[in-house]
């Protein structure tokens, strides 16, 4: 099935990428503006999934190089996680059909209701080191394999999982761990368009076009983290995470 997007079709995803690559930059959970929009435009969902991928991936590299520059974090601290997630996500797309993904249907948006909970009952999470719970080596290896696999099998909320693990076990705070969160999921992300790539799910110009509206808007999100720290991110986090379960519940339980 083929689509051809029209000039409208540009006028109204293109903006919708620029918003969701600022909350994306902060937070995560960029998908929950654009894919509606993708399926909202008329794309058949493989076209939709393989398109947001795209601009995702560039708005996931703009936020990536902003909170580097920043100095967050070095590549170098991260390799061990990189090469644990890209393993986890080649595995994960390697399951994707094989297992069936009902459980994950309930068994996230519980997740993501216990985040809120937690994040209500303790205010001051993230707003400075916890302390760390892992060496850093057992934790990338670790948070790598896991989070990866399911991000290239299922893929919502990760980055509000990455975000979790890198403070509540790593001991980062909220702005150090946002840093290292894109990285992460730049890591899985490109394993992930491969993959759409390979089997020709991608209309390349829209989603270059909002590719760029998207990374546009995930600079501006991450020179707001630097400047405003870390109860910035709380707040945008906890949004985020509300519309991720109304989102998931909505996709795959509602509609």
């Not at 303790?122 to 916890?130: N, T, V, W």
């Not at 890198?166 to 368009?193: D, H, I, P």
Request: glycine letters at 16%; zero cysteines; hydrophobic letters at 55%.
């Amino acid at each position: 099935m083929s689509f051809a997007p029209t000039w409208l079709t540009y006028a109204l995803l293109v903006p919708a990428a620029g918003a969701a690559g600022f909350v994306d930059a902060i937070a995560g959970g960029g998908g929950i503006i654009t894919i509606p929009a993708l399926l909202a435009a008329g794309l058949p969902p493989h076209l939709a999934l393989g398109t947001n991928k795209v601009q995702s991936v560039l708005g996931t590299l703009s936020a990536t190089i902003g909170y580097r520059r920043a100095g967050l974090f070095t590549f170098r601290e991260l390799l061990p996680g990189i090469a644990a997630t890209a393993a986890g996500a080649a595995l994960g797309a390697a399951a994707v059909g094989a297992v069936d993904t009902g459980f994950l249907k309930l068994l996230i948006p519980l997740l993501l209701v216990g985040i809120l909970v937690f994040l209500a009952l303790k205010p001051r999470f993230g707003l400075e080191g916890s302390g760390r719970k892992l060496p850093l080596l057992p934790f990338w290896l670790g948070s790598g394999l896991v989070l990866g696999f399911y991000d290239g099998f299922f893929g919502p909320g990760t980055g509000t999982f990455w975000t979790m693990a890198l403070v509540g076990l790593a001991g980062f705070g909220l702005k150090e761990a946002t840093g290292r969160t894109k990285v992460a999921n730049l890591t899985s992300g490109l394993f992930s368009l491969g993959v759409f790539l390979a089997a020709g799910s991608v209309l390349p110009a829209l989603g270059l076009a909002m590719g760029a509206a998207q990374a546009l808007g995930a600079w501006l999100g991450s020179r707001m983290v630097v400047a405003r720290g870390a109860l910035f991110v709380r707040a945008v986090l906890i949004g985020a995470t509300a519309a991720m379960i109304a989102y998931i519940v909505l996709r795959y339980w509602v509609l």
